[in-house]
């Protein structure tokens, strides 16, 4: 089993829409988690970070359920420039901040 | 504004030569990263380094070195060149963790690597 597993999509939605993306850890000493965003051909940026009660940043609201070892990505008001692939991320209980990347979802939004 | 800057944005190289990738970072960061990324794989660390002269294996460390002399630079060092070598190497960088929290980490432009 995987670290971080996400559904790998890809996500096809109209302009406007609202999408979301789970994702689920094994590691239950995970500490941290993060959105990052990867554009083709590009590197990962980071999109947000996963705080234990949820948090929002504009049209993007993220969530963490500890109990059920899931993440979730939610975007509102889906535009043409969100298209990309969403990598989830933890950071297990080891030091050294090293992180565990899941292989990523791939959305493309569509006029 | 972090920033990560790798040497190469494109490199071709032959089977057997020794491959040097050259990472900086601008921001004091503690801990630097090599992942290589390859379709359907996802990203996968090779090594990472937490402070000067300090190297840890990554999970797919096998036929790489690195090397870390100062806290801003990390080198990936391919030592004799393989065809199953060529990837997209990315580099990143973090602060260390602060309590029970790591940090993001941040990437640099990423090397597109083909040995031929």
């Known amino acids: 089993r995987k670290e971080v597993e996400q559904d790998p999509g890809p996500f096809n939605v109209p302009e406007g829409a609202t999408v979301a993306f789970n994702c689920t850890y094994s590691?239950?000493?995970?500490?941290?988690f993060f959105w990052y965003r990867q554009d083709c051909r590009k590197e990962p940026k980071l999109l947000m970070s996963?705080?234990?009660s949820g948090n929002e940043d504009g049209r993007f609201t993220a969530q963490l359920n500890r109990a059920s070892q899931y993440i979730s990505l939610l975007i509102r008001d889906s535009k043409l420039s969100d298209s990309a692939t969403y990598l989830c991320?933890?950071?297990?209980?080891?030091?050294?901040?090293?992180?565990?990347f899941g292989q990523g979802t791939i959305l493309t939004v569509h006029p | 504004d972090v920033k990560v800057t790798q040497s190469s944005r494109y490199l071709v190289k032959r089977t057997g030569e020794k491959v040097f990738l050259e990472c900086v970072q601008d921001?004091?960061?503690?801990?630097m990263f090599w992942y290589r990324q390859d379709p359907g794989l996802g990203l996968r660390l090779i090594y990472f380094?937490?402070?000067?002269?300090?190297?840890e294996k990554g999970d797919i460390p096998e036929g790489y070195s690195v090397s870390r002399e100062k806290k801003e630079r990390f080198s990936l060092i391919l030592e004799s060149a393989s065809t199953n070598q060529t990837s997209m190497y990315l580099c990143?960088?973090?602060?260390?963790?602060?309590?029970?929290?790591?940090?993001?980490?941040?990437f640099g432009d990423g090397t597109r690597l083909s040995i031929l």
């Open positions: 590691n239950s000493a995970s500490q941290s």
């Open positions: 921001m004091d960061h503690e801990n």
């Open positions: 380094s937490y402070d000067v002269k300090m190297k």
């Open positions: 991320v933890c950071a297990g209980g080891t030091s050294y901040g090293k992180l565990t």
């Open positions: 990143a960088s973090s602060r260390p963790r602060q309590g029970i929290s790591n940090q993001p980490q941040h």
């Open positions: 996963v705080y234990s």
